[in-house]
């Protein structure tokens, strides 16, 4: 059964710095992978998606990359802002299973950047 | 083109109540899936759709929880006999086909008081 674990739980960082959250998984057979962002009270907002043939992706500020081997993915957040607060969230779906590809979460990172 | 559409965005059921969380998928996706997100915990896959099949519903409790997925309308997930710890964010992802890529609705907050 997979396992997604995200650490740390929690960050606060100033504004202006890059940081680094974590995401490891127990299976490394996964098709692809997703982090998300998440308000509170709100929905989910995908941020990157990496197929598991590909070794990271970029949009904008944000980067991840993903080492199936190791079972590990980073996201890469340049030049923090305070409107980069929220939960964010890996998941990975599983190659071959019965459920279609449905995404394993890990408990999210909770993030504040204060000004 | 809209996104994933959820209704009720908040519901508030009594103990022993009838819940009923509909989702409509982006336009051209057929599979829905259906995930949970309990306080304090991660959010757990439920169920996968395609119109008119269930096709994994590992995920689901085994008693009062039910879901659907008609040739017409949304999808809909039903809980019969609402208990305490059915309190909880209901999510409702679309997809194209069964390995692209999920987008979420906003979520249904379910409240049994």
């Known amino acids: 059964k997979q396992e997604v674990t995200q650490i740390p739980a929690a960050l606060s960082v100033p504004e202006g710095e890059n940081l680094v959250l974590n995401c490891s998984f127990t299976?490394?057979?996964?098709?692809?992978l997703q982090w998300f962002r998440q308000d509170p009270g709100k929905g989910l907002t995908s941020l990157l998606l990496i197929q598991s043939s590909q070794r990271e992706q970029t949009s904008g500020r944000l980067n991840a990359s993903l080492d199936k081997s190791s079972g590990r993915s980073t996201l890469y957040i340049a030049a923090s802002q305070p409107g980069d607060s929220a939960t964010y969230l890996c998941?990975?779906?599983?190659?071959?299973?019965?459920?279609?590809?449905?995404?394993?979460f890990g408990k999210g990172t909770s993030l504040l950047v204060t000004p | 083109n809209a996104g994933v559409m959820q209704n009720p965005r908040h519901l508030v059921r009594r103990r022993g109540q009838e819940a009923r969380l509909r989702c409509s998928p982006m336009k051209g996706h057929s599979h829905v899936y259906w995930y949970r997100q309990l306080p304090e915990e991660g959010l757990k896959f439920m169920v996968y759709l395609q119109k008119e099949n269930i096709i994994d519903e590992s995920g689901m409790p085994k008693e009062r929880f039910s879901a659907e997925f008609p040739k017409e309308g949304p999808s809909i997930l039903r809980i019969q006999q609402v208990v305490r710890g059915d309190s909880a964010a209901y999510f409702c992802a679309s997809a194209q086909g069964r390995s692209y890529e999920q987008y979420f609705g906003p979520g249904t907050r379910l409240t049994v008081t």
């Open positions: 299976d490394s057979a996964i098709y692809n």
């Open positions: 998941a990975v779906s599983d190659r071959g299973s019965n459920s279609g590809y449905a995404l394993n």
